[in-house]
């Protein structure tokens, strides 16, 4: 029976323990934690299924996985479930609601893993992966979903930069910055508003622009070594919205302080260097291209999340993995990492074609 290292297993245990502590803090009693608490249990036990099979069967559902995802994010435009202003979610009964657009990025990543390994000619494939990913990226940018959009994009380019000849990189660079200021046309105001007031947050400190001051305000309040669960006040009285989702990295860095917002940053970086020697220790361009992509989906989350609670990015409503409170992403998270999980352990047998 397969195992999952030590070293992941215990980073996860980590972040999933930083992740309760912070939810403890954010209001509303025990409701996040007990809530988070199992989620964390689900996602545990199916990255530990997923590690039963071999990844390379995978090949064989990543069409029909990647059509399920697409049904899912249409159905989510005309039978899904408003919250904050978007349709993101769908709901079955009064107990299930799942956000399909969190699951689109494991599956999208299969799905380009399997393009990727196709025996066809290169412009054949770039051109399957680019229509791939517009498709979906079309329905979440409907929703509206920002982030997911600017998560799935960063799949696609470093998918493209690493398996893909270098002009077909280059081209997707120039044709980004040529669409920028037709890019802007689409965006819904408060979108627009985000991006410019990242730069200046002061302009709108009562609007916009009050998340990330409240944000700022609390990390720096926290020190070096945090004040303590208890005496966490900007966390404990609200005045971070959204502090048990996207800004919780706040609540970390006010109740931990700089040590505490640097075990975590050194936990990423922990499970970002095992998808780095999951990459270099297999030959399978399917899981190669597996682990680019999971790379891709953790270090874009962490850096933008972090960027936006910090200042330094605009807000987009990105997750911090496998902390932020939501079963969707915790559990997209754990399917991603399982993934990686399941390349490493079968590494040794990778000559083996099935």
């Known amino acids: 029976m397969k195992r999952i290292p030590l070293s992941v297993l215990a980073e996860v245990i980590a972040l999933s323990v930083i992740s309760l502590l912070a939810l403890s803090i954010t209001g509303n009693g025990f409701f996040y934690v007990k809530r988070q608490a199992i989620y964390i249990l689900i996602g545990f036990l199916i990255m530990y299924l997923m590690i039963q099979f071999d990844f390379r069967e995978l090949k064989y559902f990543a069409p029909l996985l990647y059509i399920l995802g697409f049904v899912l994010l249409l159905s989510v435009l005309f039978l899904g479930h408003s919250a904050y202003g978007a349709r993101r979610w769908i709901k079955i009964g009064s107990l299930i609601t799942f956000q399909p657009s969190e699951f689109e990025k494991p599956f999208l990543i299969i799905f380009f893993a399997y393009i990727v390994q196709l025996e066809l000619k290169e412009h054949k494939k770039f051109f399957m992966l680019a229509v791939s990913l517009i498709l979906p990226f ?206 490493y352990i079968y590494r040794e047998e990778i000559n083996i074609s099935i």
């Open 138 to 343: 079309a329905a979440i940018f409907k929703q509206p979903d920002l982030g997911t959009d600017i998560v799935l994009f960063s799949i696609f380019i470093f998918v493209v930069f690493f398996f893909f000849n270098v002009k077909y990189f280059a081209s997707v660079l120039i044709s980004v910055a040529a669409s920028i200021p037709i890019a802007f046309k689409f965006l819904k105001p408060y979108q627009v508003k985000r991006i410019l007031i990242f730069l200046d947050p002061q302009k709108d400190p009562l609007g916009s622009g009050y998340n990330v001051i409240q944000s700022i305000i609390a990390i720096g309040s926290g020190g070096l070594f945090g004040r303590g669960i208890k005496n966490s006040t900007f966390t404990k009285l609200h005045f971070v919205p959204v502090q048990y989702a996207d800004f919780i990295f706040s609540a970390i860095g006010e109740a931990f302080g700089f040590i505490g917002a640097l075990i975590l940053i050194l936990l990423y970086v922990g499970l970002l260097l095992f998808i780095i020697k999951t990459y270099a220790s297999t030959e399978n361009v399917f899981g190669k291209a597996i682990t680019i992509g999971v790379f891709a989906m953790f270090l874009t989350q962490i850096f933008i999340n972090i960027g936006m609670c910090t200042g330094i990015m605009p807000v987009t409503g990105i997750p911090l993995p496998f902390v932020s409170f939501g079963g969707s992403s915790t559990i997209a998270n754990f399917i991603a990492l399982g993934l990686v999980v399941n390349i």
